[in-house]
């Protein structure tokens, strides 16, 4: 018996060891000839996403180029997902400011998917009880939706400016706002969305 704790302790000394050697494991890939450059641990961590600064500077913002930015926001959000997954919720958020930084090097960035990254942004950070910053980051997806003119996206900022419900006796009134835009923006039509702006309005003006 005592032969057998001995080799399970041993086993688990081995496991732990193994491990540490993957985290410090470094992998790096490069695409476009070297343009960008995706680096990993052992066990599949995104580290980094590199893109020769050389590439983007002096106008040369090629079809090719903004593909494989693309492709380099596509490793960062894929990563943030599974982070999210595995409740590794600041390596999620870190991945996503990766993802929101190589969006700006597209000579065109697609607001619509800056809109989206933020929306996913704040919701990582949500989880990882940073309320103020979520606010801000929210708060920054209301901004592009309304310049976008997408009633949508604006709706869905408003709901993520706060998911840990309503504080008794205090008015939100930055959320109250921000909701009656969204609804306003939505019009009359029923949706989810719109049930879920009008259920979380009515919880906030229950103190006003």
Not at 77 to 91: C, D, F, I, K, T
Not at 99 to 108: G, P, S, Y
Not at 156 to 173: I, K, N, P, Q
Request: hydrophobic share 45%; net charge negative.
């Amino acid at each position: 018996m005592r032969n057998l704790q001995q080799m399970m302790s041993q086993m688990k000394k081995m496991q732990e060891e193994i491990q540490q050697q993957m985290e410090t494991l470094r992998v790096e890939g490069s695409s476009g000839g070297g343009i960008v450059t995706v680096q990993m641990n052992g066990t599949k961590r995104l580290l980094s996403v590199r893109i020769d600064p050389q590439a983007v500077q002096g106008g040369d913002r090629s079809t090719d180029l903004q593909h494989i930015v693309d492709s380099a926001i596509g490793y960062a959000v894929r990563a943030a997902e599974r982070a999210l997954s595995q409740v590794a919720y600041e390596e999620a958020v870190r991945l996503y400011r990766m993802a929101l930084q190589a969006l700006d090097l597209k000579e065109k960035p697609d607001d619509a998917q800056r809109c989206e990254l933020l929306l996913a942004l704040a919701k990582a950070q949500w989880a990882t009880g940073d309320a103020p910053g979520a606010r801000e980051i929210s708060q920054r997806a209301a901004d592009v939706a309304r310049n976008l003119d997408a009633p949508v996206r604006l709706a869905r900022a408003a709901l993520s400016f706060w998911e840990w419900g309503t504080a008794a006796g205090v008015v939100d009134e930055p959320l109250v706002d921000l909701l009656e835009e969204a609804l306003r923006a939505l019009g009359e039509e029923d949706s989810v969305l719109r049930v879920l702006a009008l259920a979380r309005l009515a919880g906030e003006l229950m103190y006003s």
